[in-house]
């Protein structure tokens, strides 16, 4: 009897392996990764079923789903604004603006300001002034907040605003705050602070999947004020972590009808999250003196496209003079790599800026197994070294220029929900071109000559971690 039950688990194992295998046919978004996946799940169903399951979806499925719920309620709402929304309209007349658009499914707005947020201490400055002066109500999501002096901050901040009759919903990332203690989440709910996870994981098909991340960095407050960019909450964001040191970051502050672009991003992962349908302000609201064009691109598994990547590819194919983009992890996939290449070849300057130290080996160690042929192509690479580096920001020509949540990784571009502002103003250009000068002053140019002649045991290792890439 015990032999016949463990022929059958053994015959139940290969017969999930190659239903699985066919899923993965199906929905693997690279031939590489199908293939890979497809051998696994066969030949070895009893390691690979597990971990197809955990980490080999390429399609937040639930979230497709309900997106279509959200999409009719979110018509009706925008329905009784769209006349006051139309005069900020900018309507793309370049093809590159017009492609951006597109793949954000959000329309280029005019009637906005753009502020950049140099580090931590003048983000945090200005989201808690933000914070301090709302009225109505304030959307705030993060991906990693931490229970230490700047997360006491934000909570304090969040009370207060609550006590006063400001409506708080605080949305944050399961995974990214899987150290953020019950009793944080409970003193806001005792505020009356709304709170929720993403929940990446809720439903039968999603229950041990882990890849699904909500990597947005959102506050939003009334409609008016919107922040964007690569700040978590935590000392280190700060710079005062003594394992990373300076901390280097940018966030964007926005003003204008664009708000509501980020605004409608948070909307749908709460709406996601809780099936609660917010009441919100989605009349645009316009100050600025100095006004400039602006579309939220919001990206993630639900897109029928590959958002993220698609606008990393066509900034860079757009580029015609000068193209630098900074990222903490720096493994693009192989088009990416390719159009970077090219870029260079042709004759744009094309910079690349990594940090000097680690905060993840594997993705530190990856970049060094294809650095060689960018750095022969022409591609500038530059490593920072006052201390870590985690901005995710691009610079195009003298036109244009993005701030937001995008690592230039297989995880942003496929896996994590995440959020990029495009600005297609030459005067921000000109701002972002000289903030990105001063850290390149402050930078290691690194050599050909210094990636080759590493050992042979650091390139094995190095070729090794890119094999794991598409997990990374």
Known sequence: M??????LLILLTHVLGVLSAVQALMSARTSQGAIAWIISLVAMPYLAVPAFWVFGRPRFYGYVSARGERDTVLRRVLARYRDRV??????????????????????????????????????????????????????????????????ARLKRHLQAAAERGVRVRFLYDEIGCHALPERYLRDLREADVAVSAFHSSRGLRHRFQLNFRNHRKIAVVDGREGWVGGL?????????????????????????PSVLGLQEAFWEDWHWATGEVIRLDW???????????????????ADPL?????????????????????SPYFVPDRSVQDALRLAA???????????????????????????????????????????????????????????????????SFRLNFEVTA????????????????????????????EITSRPLWRKLVSRAAYLFAPMQ
């Open 2 to 7: 015990t032999s016949w039950l463990l022929g």
């Open 86 to 151: 139309s005069p900020y309209l900018a309507g793309a007349r370049e093809a590159d603006v017009l492609a951006v658009e597109k793949l954000a499914m959000m329309p280029l707005t005019s009637g906005n300001r753009a502020e950049l947020l140099v580090d931590g201490q003048a983000t945090f400055d200005s989201l808690f002034a933000g914070i301090e002066a709302a009225e109505d109500y304030i959307l705030i999501q993060f991906f990693i907040v931490r229970d230490d002096d700047l997360g």
């Open 232 to 256: 978590n909450v935590g000392v280190e964001y700060l710079g005062e972590d003594a394992r990373h040191g300076h901390w280097r970051d940018t966030h964007l502050k926005l003003t204008g």
């Open 283 to 301: 009349t645009p609201q316009v100050t600025c003196e100095a006004c400039q064009n602006v579309v939220i691109v919001p990206s993630g598994p």
């Open 306 to 326: 590959e958002t993220a990547s698609l606008l990393v590819q066509h900034a860079i194919h757009s580029a015609r003079e000068r193209l630098w983009i900074t």
């Open 345 to 411: 070849m042709r004759g744009v300057d094309v910079r690349i800026m990594m940090p000097e130290r680690p905060d993840h080996l594997l993705v530190f160690l990856s970049a060094f197994s294809f650095l060689p042929d960018m750095l022969r192509a022409g591609v500038k690479v530059y490593r920072y070294q006052p201390g870590f580096l985690h901005q995710k920001v691009i610079l195009i020509d003298e036109a244009a220029a993005c701030v937001g949540t995008v690592n230039l990784d297989n995880r």
């Open 422 to 449: 495009f600005v297609p103003d030459r005067r921000f250009a000109a701002e972002v071109r000289l903030m990105l000068e001063r850290d390149f002053a402050v930078c290691r140019r690194v050599t050909l000559e």
